[in-house]
């Protein structure tokens, strides 16, 4: 059964704080992961990832992937209350795509 | 503007009364797609569609249907609905494949 399996489901941080979210998967016929931001809304895009070490960045968010450990990390940096959300990971296969259940962060000021 | 609409946003109904939910993207996306969304278990793909006359099964496609007769319109059917089926549904569209979807603005759906 293909699985993906995001740790932790939430945490609480303060302003400044670096935050590092986990993401692993058992699926057949991998494609890509695919991390995604949702406040209380649809979810919108942040990094497709598809082969292992490269780093992706934007700003302060920077994803990487370990295809062989089958896990991805997404960190957020000098972290403010604008990054409070729910950051769901996914990961395509076979043309379809599986979610985690999300991990909630919450950036308290 | 590139965008996905849905609609209805919001809608109550009552057990065993079809009704369709609308998705329409001005994007020429090839691939469409429909999710659940309910707490703690995430996004649940329903079903997906690659190209027009082209549909496919996703994880929890029980009680729901689809058809892609028009590039840009992917409607979501639920012949019989049942109270499991309250939920937060999304609709997303991407140039190919599965990735960088755009969402749509989500219809919550409660069946009484």
């Known amino acids: 059964e293909d699985k993906v399996v995001q740790s932790p489901l939430s945490l609480v941080v303060h302003e400044g704080d670096t935050v590092t979210l986990n993401c692993s998967y058992e699926v057949t016929n991998f494609r890509s992961l695919l991390w995604y931001k949702q406040e209380k809304k649809a979810p919108t895009f942040l990094f497709m990832l598809t082969s292992s070490g490269i780093e992706k960045k934007s700003g302060r968010l920077s994803s990487i992937l370990d295809k062989k450990e089958l896990f991805s990390i997404l960190n957020i940096t000098a972290t403010q209350t604008g990054d409070s959300a729910v950051y769901l990971c996914?990961?395509?296969?076979?043309?379809?795509?599986?979610f985690g259940a999300g991990t909630t962060v919450t950036v308290r000021a | 503007e590139a965008q996905v609409t849905q609609n209805p946003r919001y809608l109550i109904t009552v057990t065993g009364k079809k009704l369709t939910v609308t998705c329409s993207q001005n994007m020429n996306h090839e691939y469409m797609s429909w999710y659940r969304q309910d707490p703690g278990l995430g996004l649940r793909q329903i079903y997906y569609s690659m190209n027009v006359e082209v549909t496919d099964k996703g994880d929890v496609p029980e009680g729901y249907k689809v058809s892609r007769k028009e590039k840009r319109n992917f409607p979501l059917i639920l012949e019989s609905p049942s109270p499991n089926q309250t939920s937060l549904y999304f609709c997303?569209?991407?140039?190919?494949?599965?990735?960088?979807?755009?969402f749509g603005p989500g219809t919550r759906l409660t069946v009484t």
């Open positions: 997303a569209s991407s140039k190919e494949g599965a990735y960088e979807q755009y």
């Open positions: 996914a990961v395509e296969h076979d043309y379809k795509l599986s």
